[in-house]
């Protein structure tokens, strides 16, 4: 494996200017340095100041090669089962090709690989060279579709000047300069995106951009502004038109109608690209700030270290199934005239808000995501916001989940069972992961470890028996592997097995639920993923619970949950697994990347409750109720509620 000392010798080979000689033409990174905001074609040139190096390219697909080998639903790309036929790809096929392209520059090879994984729709699989990610395209005209008097239509965000104000003066302060009015925009209603109906447009930007979800319905509201989390705070998402990490584009031309105007107009919105990576001066310093490898690119042995985890306890507390979401990076707040009004209840410091509604008998609990500051203290807030509930009399209890990118599983468990009371036992799902040759090495090199085991995500005492007794640290649920048929492959998988979320969790867990289940309901815009799919499949599969879903395309159909799967690995993590037994030099092993970037892939399949020989993932389950936003509900958490309740209580 290459050393850090060697990797920088290489870099300075095959870059002169990184070892300090200048480079031969004007310096398009330098052009841009230290500043927060530019045009696009200038972050591009930037990009593209750097030229294909054959041996990166080598070094990642052959990464990206055998990272698939982990991913469990390759084989179900061959042929996706409706309704997600828009996510079937070759994926091999597809790999082979890029090997034959020929590529100008480094980032048109890794544009190329980012956009292959963001089609697959499946956000925890994805490659993000980070190298190329650190510039988001912002438009100050974000779109929604809003129901106005019966009739659904693409609108510029009625509080587009509040919310884009937000950016701050300098990102403003070009329109200005340049002389152009986004202000006069806000609430125009879209004809046309492109030369194209608005509406397709949309589902262009979602079949092409959007990526994370399975369900294209579920893909389109990402590309609309929505109301969210962000961190501990409320925050508007600008949406996949609005706010794309990519600055190929430099404007959008509308067709459109001005609020309170009966001209059609034809507009060209100019996009301005945020800078979101490390501080540089040229191109040698962006390259070392952003695309160089650094301490966390590549994984550990942790062998002999001593901080390692002695207990299943510990690391469950790591097992994470979430998307990574770009536009985290550019977070805007929610504009202040449309925070709820509703004082905010105890326990509703961190990633969960909750309020009682002006009625007294509802209580909201808007989990924004399942990844907190504190693993504890999600569960303590939990305790703290239900006996809060309970205390004030309240009778019904609406759980927001909008954009709810997900986060630790086990938390979706303890959530799951904290309201459904003890008494459902094992509050998970069946689970398995890929039984390739490489991972059976791992799990037998676990084994022989025996009471010595390092006590990582392969570790059989991580996971439980069907019976919810843990397995010993000797046994080897890979021997043998279960044999598994998709698409006319055969894909040997892991015996199943139980998560042992409960072993972790630090607050006790009632035996029967807080709120009558009859009187519990789900609401969010769809885009829900991993842990929170997983939330919200185990209460509509185990319970019925009662499910609403807001915006979308009129007509078309789209899911209540986003991508399903049951554990996610980051590369580093996969190659922490490999070193840690001594695997790093097998010929199956993946080579260490020599670029700061990621392969994330779905290691592990939770398998629905209804039908255990399918993955949830591949389930079509719609939601109950659908609705359209409207001005009043779009952006605008409280009001959304009241109307939710309204419906859903009735």
């Not at 939990?382 to 009399?393: D, H, I, L, M, P």
């Not at 799951?416 to 998970?428: E, K, N």
């Not at 997983?534 to 599969?541: K, R």
Request: net charge negative.
């Amino acid at each position: 494996m290459p050393t850090l000392c060697n990797v920088l010798l290489f870099f300075a080979a095959a870059y002169p200017w990184l070892a300090g000689a200048a480079p031969s033409a004007a310096d398009p990174c330098a052009k841009i340095a230290g500043l927060t905001f530019v045009p696009p074609a200038d972050a591009l040139a930037c990009y593209k100041s750097f030229p294909f190096n054959q041996t990166l390219f080598e070094n990642v697909l052959d990464n990206m090669d055998r990272v698939f080998d982990f991913f469990t639903f390759e084989d179900f790309y061959l042929n996706s089962p409706p309704p997600f036929q828009e996510s079937t790809n070759n994926i091999r096929a597809t790999l082979a090709k890029i090997r034959q392209t020929k590529f100008q520059t480094d980032y048109d090879f890794n544009k190329a690989l980012y956009d292959f994984t963001t089609q697959l729709n499946d956000g925890h699989t994805r490659y993000f060279p980070n190298c190329y990610n650190v510039f988001q395209n912002i438009l100050p005209a974000p779109v929604i579709s809003l129901d106005v008097n019966g009739v659904s239509n693409v609108y510029i965000a009625p509080d587009s000047v509040e919310f884009i104000s937000l950016l701050g003066t300098s990102y403003t302060n070009f329109f200005t300069q340049i002389g152009f009015d986004w202000q006069r925009l806000a609430g125009a209603k879209v004809l046309e995106i492109e030369g194209m109906d608005a509406y397709a447009y949309v589902d262009l930007i979602a079949k092409t951009v959007s990526g994370n979800y399975l369900d294209h319905g579920v893909r389109v509201n990402s590309v609309f502004t929505s109301y969210r989390i962000s961190g501990t705070v409320f925050s508007q998402r600008l949406g996949d038109l609005a706010g794309p990490e990519d600055v190929t584009r430099t404007s959008l031309t509308f067709k459109l109608i001005p609020a309170g105007s009966t001209k059609v107009e034809t507009v060209s919105v100019p996009y301005l690209a945020s800078y979101t990576g490390l501080p540089f001066t040229d191109s040698a310093t962006f390259w070392a700030a952003n695309c160089a490898p650094n301490a966390g690119t590549n994984g550990v042995d942790l062998r002999g270290q001593s901080n390692l985890p002695n207990n299943a306890k510990k690391v469950q507390k790591r097992i994470k199934a979430s998307i990574i979401d770009g536009l985290n990076s550019k977070a805007v707040g929610l504009p202040g005239p449309f925070l709820p009004t509703a004082p905010p209840v105890d326990g509703s410091e961190d990633v969960i808000k909750s309020f009682i509604l002006p009625d007294k008998k509802t209580g909201v609990m808007f989990v924004g995501s399942f990844e907190p500051s504190d693993f504890d203290q999600f569960q303590s807030d939990v305790v703290a916001t239900t006996a809060a509930f309970k205390a004030a009399g309240v009778t019904q209890l609406l759980i927001d989940l909008t954009n709810n990118g997900g986060g630790f599983v086990c938390l979706g468990q303890f959530l799951h069972q904290f309201l459904a009371g003890s008494q459902i036992g094992y509050p998970g799902f069946q689970s398995t992961q890929r039984g390739n040759p490489l991972a059976q090495k791992i799990v037998a090199a676990h084994v022989a470890m025996g009471v010595n085991d390092i006590g990582t995500f392969y570790s059989p005492d991580n996971w439980a028996f069907l019976n919810d007794t843990i397995m010993p640290v000797t046994f080897n649920y890979d021997k043998p592997t279960l044999p598994f048929v998709v698409n006319g492959r055969i894909d040997p998988t892991s015996q199943r097995f139980h998560d042992t979320c409960t072993e972790g969790f630090s607050q006790p867990i009632p035996t029967t639920p807080p709120f009558d289940l009859n009187k519990v309901a789900i609401v969010s815009n769809g885009d829900c993923a991993s842990t929170c799919a997983m939330f919200s499949t185990l209460m509509f599969e185990r319970h019925r619970t009662k499910i609403a879903v807001f915006g979308g395309k009129p007509g078309e159909v789209m899911e209540y949950k986003g991508m399903a799967g049951n554990q996610v690995l980051e590369w580093a993590d996969l190659d922490t697994e490999i070193k840690s037994v001594g695997l790093q030099n097998d010929p199956l092993a993946p080579p260490e990347l020599l670029v700061n970037s990621n392969f994330r892939h779905n290691w592990r399949t939770a398998w629905s409750f209804f039908d255990e020989a399918r993955p949830i993932a591949y389930v079509s389950e719609l939601p109950q109720l659908r609705f359209s936003y409207t001005n009043d509900t779009y952006n605008n958490p409280q009001n959304l509620w009241t109307f939710a309740a309204s419906k859903l209580f009735a």
